[in-house]
């Protein structure tokens, strides 16, 4: 029987196009990816070996390309897709975390000379004039 006729005409618009999409099929919503055989493309020059042909040639279909169609349950389809998402996100909130504790350790030890330098500044303007500020 001939592809035509045996798939739905939903999946057949979808191929007729030529690319990947997800579909709804049998209550389950499916990803389909086609990929056309370049080499078979407009030519009936390609059978199955030996004097057979396929059996889209035998009903009439000369000539016709030949295609890969894959189908697969869109929740296998996008696990991986998924899981990449949620290891991105727990990655980006442990690098996000070190860096505010690294800015924070960072900020001190910079800012630590000025605020001393700021106390003894005020201990000199309090008339204690011991003190000695190391440059």
Not at 28 to 33: A, D, H, M, N, Q
Not at 80 to 104: D, N, P
Request: aromatic share 6%.
């Amino acid at each position: 029987m001939p592809l035509s006729s045996s798939l739905g005409s939903n999946i057949m618009s979808v191929i007729s196009d030529g690319k990947t999409t997800f579909l709804n099929r049998e209550n389950e919503k499916s990803l389909l990816s086609i990929a056309l055989i370049v080499a078979t493309e407009g030519t009936n020059k390609f059978g199955l070996g030996g004097n057979s042909s396929s059996i889209d040639h035998n009903k009439g279909n000369v000539g016709d390309s030949w295609m890969v169609v894959l189908t697969m349950p869109e929740e296998i389809a996008l696990e991986e897709s998924k899981e990449f998402t949620r290891r991105f996100l727990i990655y980006s909130i442990l690098l996000v975390m070190f860096l505010i504790v690294a800015s924070a350790f960072f900020i001190k030890k910079v800012t630590e000379p000025i605020t001393e330098l700021v106390l003894l500044t005020d201990e000199i303007g309090n008339g204690n004039l011991d003190k000695k500020i190391n440059i």
